[in-house]
């Protein structure tokens, strides 16, 4: 009898799900089958270079987005702009780099490249609008349809989109790209709804807010794609994030004014408590618990 192959898992399906055992092969054969199953398995989780989707997955994205919007107006008003987008070019460069060389998902390098998104995709939307002159509707509009050629362009190449199956090589350079344009969307939106469109800054986290809750609603409540779920909850938490960030340090559009430094300042200690947290608690980790 020609004992199944385990292969290696187009989306987010488990080993053990992938490799069907019948109950009518030989107890012993069954076992040797669910033994290599279960072993490719837990190979396959220690290669995934990102966390599993919990709620600290969620809290950490959303403050990083609040993070990166806070700090990068903060270094682009107090030194000079240009200076500012060529340091953050530089440190989203080195923390790529760093995430791209690691073999496996590492919490504090996982999340500084994030942070550095954040910080220079921010950056990069507001180059597009205050250097370039780019209304915030054109921007939004570019960035989605950026985003939108990436989605196909992975789909096309991978078979899925899925986040549990992110390794090392091209499905982590298409993840690290969408990472990147959802982050320029999401600025580009965030100051759109804002500014624009006049809702201010404590409108839009409520706008925001419930399109952050439709996906998991769908999800749970009428069976929406898991994938595009992510993907939609995603991208929102970018706007949601960055409003968070400019009501609480802007002194207009209805903020508070307390300043983007001291803002900045407070995400960062809680960015950087909870990813020592995950680092030495491995709850991001599934079977790690």
């Given at each position: 009898m020609k004992r199944p192959t385990p292969r290696f898992p187009p989306d987010d399906v488990s080993q053990s799900e992938m490799l069907p055992l019948s109950d009518a092969l030989?107890?012993?054969?069954?076992?040797?089958?669910?033994?290599?199953?279960?072993?490719?398995?837990?190979?396959?989780?220690?290669?995934?270079?990102?966390?599993?989707?919990?709620?600290?997955?969620?809290?950490?994205?959303?403050?990083?987005?609040?993070?990166?919007?806070?700090?990068?107006?903060?270094?682009?008003?107090?030194?000079?702009?240009?200076?500012?987008?060529?340091?953050?070019?530089?440190?989203?460069?080195?923390?790529?780099?760093?995430?791209?060389?690691?073999?496996?998902y590492i919490p504090w390098v996982y999340w500084l490249a994030v942070a550095m998104v954040a910080v220079f995709g921010t950056m990069a939307a507001d180059v597009a609008h205050v250097v370039l002159g780019i209304p915030y509707l054109v921007s939004t509009v570019a960035f989605a349809a950026a985003l939108a050629l990436i989605f196909v362009i992975w789909y096309l190449s991978e078979k899925t989109l899925s986040i549990h199956t992110i390794y090392r090589g091209r499905r982590e350079l298409f993840y690290w790209a969408t990472v990147m344009?959802?982050?320029?969307?999401?600025?580009?939106?965030?100051?759109?709804?804002?500014?624009?469109?006049?809702?201010?800054?404590?409108?839009?986290?409520?706008?925001?807010?419930?399109?952050f809750a439709l996906p998991a609603l769908g999800y749970w409540l009428l069976g929406l794609n898991d994938v595009a779920a992510f993907w939609f909850a995603y991208i929102v938490t970018r706007p949601l994030g960055a409003s968070v960030a400019d009501w609480l340090g802007k002194a207009y559009l209805g903020g508070l004014g307390l300043g983007d430094d001291k803002v900045s300042l407070v995400l960062t200690v809680l960015i950087v408590g909870l990813v020592g947290y995950l680092t030495i608690t491995r709850k991001d980790i599934k079977g790690k618990r």
């Open positions: 030989p107890p012993r054969v069954r076992m040797r089958a669910e033994q290599r199953a279960q072993r490719m398995e837990r190979v396959l989780r220690a290669m995934r270079k990102v966390p599993e989707v919990t709620a600290y997955f969620w809290i950490i994205k959303l403050l990083t987005t609040a993070m990166g919007e806070s700090s990068s107006d903060y270094l682009v008003y107090q030194i000079n702009a240009y200076v500012a987008v060529v340091l953050g070019f530089l440190g989203l460069a080195v923390a790529l780099i760093l995430q791209l060389l690691v073999r496996r344009a959802t982050f320029a969307l999401g600025t580009a939106a965030g100051d759109l709804t804002a500014a624009t469109l006049g809702l201010g800054y404590f409108a839009s986290i409520g706008l925001f807010a419930v399109l």
